[in-house]
């Protein structure tokens, strides 16, 4: 049987020569590769119908961590910490995510990517959760600390796809985000919370595999529990019709 072919999503900064560059963190690759996958990079930009074509020769897809979504998108509070918004990757991951969960096309969205997933089918974000959930805890561990730090421990819902990936009812993660999920639509269940209350991972009801995290289990593969998220990931793109 061919290896799925799993397609990541890239990040864009301006070099120095001020010439977009796509890039993206190795542990993601790594990560899809130790769960048996094979990793394609995809860059930002891409229309409406390239992404059609895209669904219908990969396997599943990763959505990567990076920059803040654009707060019009969702008619989020404006906030001075809102930073690296990239009008063409928000419209290129935004109508991926629409296009995947439309088809029933296995996809997974890390930290930005479960955001992604969330605004994509009609939800919102705190634009910073430290302002906008009274009570929260620290979750912007980041950037001058450890990224493999357990900051915390999210409770999972029994039942949930995730539950049975991780095999536990609880998981520690690291936490490198300071906006959060704020409104889930409908068709978007919550399967698991930090202890403040937070949602740290949602799955999409009805879908084979739909899944988002908050935190980065890619910097967290020695962690059985985390490396199971991709190896989900993998063995749904195996069965993908």
Request: glycine content about 10%.
């Amino acid at each position: 049987m061919p290896t799925p072919i799993i397609g990541i999503t890239a990040g864009r900064f301006l070099s120095p020569t001020q010439v977009y560059e796509h890039t993206l963190s190795d542990k993601y690759v790594q990560a899809v590769l130790r769960a048996g996958g094979t990793p394609v990079i995809l860059p930002s930009g891409l229309e409406n119908g390239q992404i059609a074509e895209l669904l219908e020769r990969l396997d599943g897809v990763l959505l990567t961590g990076g920059g803040d979504i654009d707060p019009q998108l969702f008619n989020g509070r404006p906030h001075p910490r809102v930073y690296g918004i990239d009008e063409p990757r928000d419209n290129f991951e935004l109508e991926l995510v629409r296009q995947a969960a439309e088809a029933n096309f296995p996809f997974l969205g890390i930290c930005r990517g479960v955001q992604v997933m969330n605004v994509a089918l009609g939800g919102s974000l705190f634009t910073d959760i430290e302002t906008q959930m009274p009570g929260s805890e620290r979750h912007d561990w980041y950037p001058d600390i450890p990224r493999d730090r357990i900051s915390h421990f999210v409770t999972i819902q029994n039942g949930s796809r995730l539950a049975q990936l991780v095999d536990d009812s609880q998981l520690g993660v690291n936490s490198l985000h300071h906006q959060g999920l704020d409104r889930v639509p409908d068709q978007v269940k919550v399967t698991a919370r930090s202890a403040d209350g937070l949602v740290e991972a949602v799955e999409l009801s009805g879908h084979p595999f739909g899944i988002g995290v908050q935190w980065h289990p890619e910097w967290l593969v020695e962690s059985p529990g985390n490396q199971a998220i991709f190896r989900g990931l993998v063995e749904a793109a195996r069965k993908k019709p």
